[in-house]
């Protein structure tokens, strides 16, 4: 159980009080869930519904998430065309909690003509394994439901299209029947936890505070505790004990994202990751197979030393060789202690001849080992870009930068958009207290096009020292010459370092120098680069937090 019924009356609450009166502006179904956008009097508002049996509930998304989340859904659920069809353009005129339990009914009201209008109810039930979302007409008849249940399936309640609606069974009381009713099971171990006294007395002022006749529950402070995979919501009064990480509940949707969105969101991002670190470490073993000790790259090998010192050698003794011969004798004078070696002769061919023939063999083998050489230069600088996608793959945490990267391993094809120019492959955001804005390469290409070809010559670049990562590039924009205010190179660098193989590490190394100093290095995969004159800055990557968070919240435009 994610949210308990309690959550339930604090949301239908704040609905009542605040978002009354929204229009609908768009309303999706996706694999997981629905997500209804709404605006009006110069507010919008964005909601995700899941009903994920282990994360079902309600609760706030960002705008670019509902957009990531709907360009990488996959199966579209049926109620997502009924929803578009009749909530487009409704008014969310009531809401209201279905007899203490985990359901959430939304009342919309559309207008289609003069003096004419239609009434929906879009029904949530956040009931763990039979959590669902049905769109019902104002008679209590079923249009469409996300999950369909077959009377064959559930004898207690049928839900298809054209079915009347039936609401699911009630939440269980406890047996004692001293529980206060509206409370989930989690909160209901929780106050037992807490003993028979100290229980009875923060169930009463829950009861009391959400539930009595005229209560209004946003006039009091709530925390949230997490506990397990759900969240709990609890008066002041509870005062949790030390260790307990509970927060203070400011807006009960924004608060249960942490119970809702978020794990799914992270869910889908490491199955993604793992899916594409598979294919990224397959292919750099087979480069790794490929590639030759640096040490042996300029030897010539032995079977070609083989062709010219035969060729050589029967030139120098041809006069030797009795005629008829197949193998000759000869003295190997380029050996440390002269020794006479057996050189095979070609039938039909004298030996002058023969010698000719072994200087084509060593003159085809040897170039065939010359581009063999070049070759493994390309495969260095193959597995130096694979290598810098590992340590961005790392630290990916958009799906958006997770798609980047498996377009640039051929894993996904990229869609290139009908009008307009491609997207960049990079995040940009303009962090106000730092006068400038900052931008973070996402992938390999995201880091070639931002070093190379967005920056300008005196912005000014950070890159991890001596490790893979992302190219990141802060522009100033108070027109003062010189690098940026120290605090500013710290938390630009701490970005640097995150983005890094070296991540996990308690400090980094992040090296810093003007874009002019930083040259273009083939040999070392499509974003390699060396730099000049730089100054490097000690920093623990975990102070990322701030320019990250100004990163995700900045205004839309390139890379967001």
């Known amino acids: 159980m994610a949210l308990g019924p309690e959550w339930t009356r604090l949301q239908e609450e704040w609905i009542r009080t605040r978002a009354l009166g929204l229009h609908v502006e768009s309303a999706d179904g996706s694999e997981e869930g629905v997500f209804l956008s709404l605006g009006g009097n110069r507010r919008r508002e964005h909601w995700f519904f899941s009903w994920d049996p282990r994360r079902c509930g309600l609760c706030r998304v960002l705008p670019e998430e509902r957009r990531e989340w709907l360009r990488r859904s996959g199966k579209t659920p049926v109620i997502h065309e009924a929803l578009r069809s009749h909530l487009g353009g409704a008014v969310l005129h009531e809401v209201c909690q279905w007899k203490k339990d985990r359901v959430l009914i939304l009342g919309f009201r559309r207008v289609l003509a003069a003096g004419y209008a239609k009434s929906y109810s879009l029904v949530l039930e956040g009931t763990e394994r039979q ?215 070609i039938p039909g061919l004298s030996p002058v001849e023969t010698a000719n023939e072994y200087f084509s063999k060593y003159r085809k083998a040897w170039s065939r080992h010359q581009a063999g050489l070049k070759r493994q230069g390309f495969l260095a600088a193959e597995l130096a870009t694979l290598e810098e996608q590992e340590a961005l793959l790392e630290s990916a945490d958009r799906a958006e930068a997770l798609e980047e990267l498996a377009r640039d391993l051929g894993v996904q094809r990229e869609v290139v958009p009908k009008k307009g120019p491609k997207s960049p492959a990079y995040r940009q955001a303009r962090v106000a207290e730092a006068g400038g804005t900052v931008y973070l390469g996402e992938s390999a290409r995201g880091n070639r096009q931002l070093t190379f070809r967005t920056a300008k010559p005196e912005d000014w670049w950070f890159h991890a020292q001596g490790v893979p990562g992302a190219h990141v590039l802060f522009r100033r924009e108070d027109g003062v010459d010189g690098p940026p205010e120290e605090r500013v190179l710290v938390r630009v660098a701490a970005l640097a370092a995150w983005y890094s193989r070296g991540k996990g590490s308690g400090k980094v190394w992040v090296d810093y120098t003007q874009r002019k100093h930083v040259r273009s290095l083939p040999d070392h995969g499509i974003a390699g680069a060396r730099y000049s004159i730089f100054k490097s800055l000690l920093v623990e990557p975990k102070s990322w937090e701030t320019v990250l968070r100004e990163l995700q919240g900045g205004p839309a435009g390139e890379g967001i």
């Open 131 to 345: 959590s669902n979302a049905s769109l019902v007409d104002e008679k209590g008849t079923i249009l469409e439901v996300a999950r369909r249940v077959y009377p064959e399936v559930n004898r207690y309640r049928t839900l298809l299209p054209g079915a009347p609606y039936v609401p699911p069974p009630p939440l269980p009381r406890d047996a004692s029947g001293e529980a206060p009713e509206g409370v989930g099971r989690p909160l209901l171990r929780y106050l037992q936890e807490r003993g028979e006294e100290e229980g009875g007395r923060l169930g009463n002022l829950l009861g009391e505070r959400l539930y009595a006749e005229g209560a209004e529950p946003l006039r009091f402070p709530w925390f949230a505790l997490p506990r397990g995979e759900g969240l709990l919501l609890l008066p002041p009064e509870a005062s949790p004990v030390a260790g307990e990480d509970a927060f203070p509940v400011c807006d009960p949707l924004e608060a249960t994202r942490s119970a809702v969105f978020l794990p799914l969101r992270d869910g889908f991002l490491d199955r993604r990751r793992r899916e594409i670190r598979k294919v990224l470490r397959g292919r750099m073993e087979a480069l790794r197979s490929q590639l030759r000790p640096s040490d042996d790259r300029g030897e010539e090998p032995a079977p070609i030393q083989r062709y010219r010192r035969w060729g050589t050698l029967l030139l120098a003794e041809a006069h030797r060789v009795p005629p008829g011969a197949t193998v000759a004798t000869v003295t190997d004078w380029e050996a440390p202690e002269a020794p006479e070696i057996q050189v095979p002769l």
